[in-house]
């Protein structure tokens, strides 16, 4: 089982409407969560980070912590095509892992 | 967010011949380093984390006789690929952290062609 889980995708959406990325862990000791945002070609930049249950929001963006299940998402609101890209989730324990990522297209 | 440079950002260089990419953390002290290597079109792969003054911990599969690492200081990392050859070519990335719980940031990655 790898520590984080993503859908590969491709997760389609129409512009303006919101894209719900999720991710699982597998380590329910991890403390720290981050999503990170990278384009084709580019190195990974850093979007949220959240460490306690709830809803952290930042902009467009939303981050949603569930210890008890597991379970982290990003919701990105009012969708723009330069939303465009492949979303990586990761967890920190005492060791940092990345999920494999999802690949977000936001149709104009 | 903080800054982290990569040097060089792309690099041609011929079959057994040595490259070294430099990370430096820009605004901030980065106590752990890491190195990363990216295959077209495939996922983030660790190739090594380093400590400040400590020598590197390598992934499981990477060479570390073939990719020398030294993390001098708190703010500049080596990565050196020796003896290089064609299937080393990828997109290295290196990104620096503050610590084992806190963010990642990423350099904006060297693109190593082996000739």
């Known amino acids: 089982q790898k520590e984080v889980e993503q859908n590969s995708g491709p997760l389609s959406v129409p512009e303006g409407a919101i894209a719900s990325l999720n991710c699982t862990y597998s380590?329910?000791?991890?403390?720290?969560f981050f999503w990170y945002r990278q384009y084709s070609g580019k190195s990974p930049e850093l979007i949220m980070s959240?460490?306690?249950?709830g809803d952290k929001e930042d902009g467009r963006f939303t981050a949603q912590l569930n210890k008890a299940s597991q379970y982290v998402s990003l919701l990105i609101r009012d969708s723009q095509p330069s939303d465009s890209a492949t979303y990586l989730c990761?967890?920190?324990?005492?060791?940092?892992?990345f999920g494999s990522g999802t690949k977000l297209n936001v149709k104009p | 967010g903080a800054v982290v440079s990569q040097h060089p950002s792309w690099v041609i260089c011929k079959s057994g011949t040595s490259v070294k990419i430099e990370c430096r953390s820009l605004?901030?002290?980065?106590?752990?380093m890491f190195w990363y290597r990216q295959f077209p079109k495939q996922s983030l792969m660790l190739m090594a984390t380093?400590?400040?003054?400590?020598?590197?911990?390598?992934e499981q599969g990477v060479e570390k006789d073939k990719f020398l690492i030294n993390h001098a200081s708190l703010t500049l990392s080596t990565l050196t690929v020796t003896s290089a050859h064609p299937e080393d070519s990828s997109f290295y990335i290196c990104?620096?952290?503050?610590?084992?719980?806190?963010?990642?940031?990423f350099g904006p990655g060297t693109r190593l062609t082996v000739t």
């Open positions: 990104s620096a952290s503050g610590g084992s719980f806190y963010e990642q940031y």
């Open positions: 380590d329910r000791g991890s403390q720290s």
């Open positions: 959240i460490y306690s249950n």
């Open positions: 990761a967890v920190s324990l005492n060791k940092f892992y």
């Open positions: 605004d901030f002290q980065a106590t752990t």
């Open positions: 380093s400590n400040e003054g400590s020598k590197a911990t390598y």
